[in-house]
């Protein structure tokens, strides 16, 4: 009787491939509307954006998702709001671009809260108020044509 061999099971995952210069956009749902309009400016500079609502799949596994896209990710753009200040994703995702390495530009953006509110772990970043968007725009496209 011939033995038969073990077939190693593989799991076929589905990768995207690796970007230039990908922002993560993190944000409240509630603040959904904002988040698509930053991503289709950031677009426009010639970064790509990641956007968990739009880019993690059903089944996904979530946690993993993020993880895996913050570090892909050349910088972190969160959405600073009355819906998003105190979410726990939202702190989550900061925490763990805070934590991917020293150099990690996270860039927080204030929609109706003041500097003040800025969680403690990011509160010595340089912070742009949402109608200055522009400005961070134009520093982002500077960064992506290096």
């Not at 991503?39 to 993020?66: H, L, V």
């Amino acid at each position: 009787m011939a033995k038969r061999k073990s077939a190693k099971k593989t799991t076929a995952r589905k990768t995207r491939p690796k970007p230039d210069y990908q922002v993560f956009v993190s944000h409240a749902t509630a603040d959904k509307w904002i988040a698509t309009t930053f991503c289709e400016k950031i677009d426009a500079t010639g970064a790509t954006t990641f956007r968990d609502d739009r880019d993690i799949n059903g089944g996904d596994n979530i946690p993993q998702s993020i993880r895996s896209e913050i570090q892909v990710s050349r910088e972190l753009v969160v959405l600073l709001t009355p819906d998003s200040i105190e979410r726990p994703w939202v702190l989550l995702e900061v925490g763990a671009a805070w934590g991917r390495r020293i150099d990690y530009r996270i860039v927080p953006v204030l929609c109706h809260v003041s500097f003040d509110a800025i969680p403690d772990i990011i509160e010595g970043k340089k912070a742009f108020h949402i109608n200055d968007f522009d400005k961070y725009l134009a520093e982002l496209e500077r960064r992506v044509k290096k």
